[in-house]
């Protein structure tokens, strides 16, 4: 039997306020700044939430120097991976994206927080990437996927019983210090887009619509981890609002920028710049990717290597030592 593992965290001013779900079957009412079950009434609602975002996002970022520690690890490869895992798994499952951006958030806060060279066995990574998916699940649905449905994938290379798994989300529930409710750049869009006064409320779903597929785009793309949250948010919606409105763009990115700070403003200058040019490289159609299966008469599939409780030694999440047990 699998262990549901709860957590009581406190909100709104000790922890980001819970993400809103979007659903592609939900419209947005601008009269009153709600969508699809949120709790804002007005317009000072909706901003009184992002300068919580704001602030409280510094929380639930990688530790400093991540990037280098990927390269210098030789990780950014295996985390490339584990984020295409995680996008697929939302897809075959049907989940809602808040969850794999959550896991991919946990994903990241635990590799830059462990400065261990075990993390270069595939297996390590896998474990973790499952981890995370399961307990951002249960963070954020309503009906969570079971340990077998979520490894029954042929992109794993490596099964784990569910004992295995339930010992790595303590150990990165620990990790963690049971602090869950992360904001991220997908969870940050809604409180970004109810700053544009002059977007009407046809266009709020086709903007959600692109603004994810340049989230999904970036969020295997190592150089974005560069950036806070809400500036990659800041810089995927005013992508998305220069293709869908390219003569209001000025506007726009007026409208989006008055509730940041200089240094957020500086550093969405070179964030848009990027997510730009990757917009005619090969990750930006990512999103449909993850949502066609590969073809089982041109791709290989491998017998998974099962990985026992036995094998894993947890203490590595604290202590810096990794590796199977002698």
Not at 150 to 164: A, N, P, R, V
Not at 294 to 314: A, G
Request: charged share 20%.
């Amino acid at each position: 039997m699998e262990i549901n593992l709860l957590c009581d965290e406190e909100t709104w001013l000790c922890s980001p306020v819970t993400p809103v779900r979007h659903h592609a079957t939900k419209l947005c009412s601008f009269e009153n700044y709600s969508c699809g079950g949120s709790f804002f009434t007005t317009k000072e609602d909706s901003e009184q939430a992002l300068a919580i975002y704001l602030e409280k996002e510094i929380s639930f970022i990688p530790a400093a120097n991540y990037v280098e520690h990927l390269r210098s690890k030789n990780l950014t490869t295996a985390r490339f991976r584990a984020t295409q895992w995680l996008f697929r798994t939302r897809s075959r499952l049907n989940l809602s994206f808040e969850t794999a951006f959550l896991a991919v958030n946990y994903l990241d806060r635990v590799l830059s927080m462990n400065q261990c060279n075990g993390w270069k066995e595939d297996w390590m990574v896998e474990l973790l990437s499952v981890a995370c998916f399961s307990v951002a699940s249960k963070f954020s649905e309503t009906c969570t996927p079971t340990l077998h449905e979520i490894q029954k994938m042929e992109d794993l290379g490596h099964s784990f019983q569910s004992s295995t798994i339930q010992g790595m989300e303590l150990a990165l529930l620990e990790a963690l210090g049971w602090c869950l409710g992360s904001t991220t750049a997908y969870s940050c869009t809604e409180l970004l887009l109810w700053s544009i006064d002059s977007l009407k409320p046809q266009l709020h779903e086709e903007c959600i619509t692109q603004v994810t597929k340049f989230l999904v785009a970036a969020v295997s793309d190592s150089r974005f981890l560069e950036f806070r949250p809400s500036v990659v948010a800041a810089s995927a919606l005013c992508c998305s609002l220069d293709e869908l409105l390219p003569s209001k763009s000025d506007a726009h990115l007026s409208s989006i920028t008055r509730l940041l700070n200089q240094a957020q403003k500086d550093d969405l200058v070179k964030c848009h710049r990027v997510m730009e040019a990757q917009k005619y490289g090969p990750l930006h159609n990512l999103i449909h990717y993850y949502d066609c299966p590969p073809s089982p008469t041109t791709v290989l599939q491998k017998q998974p290597i099962d990985i026992y409780e036995c094998h894993v030694d947890f203490c590595f999440l604290k202590t810096g030592t990794a590796g199977p047990n002698s």
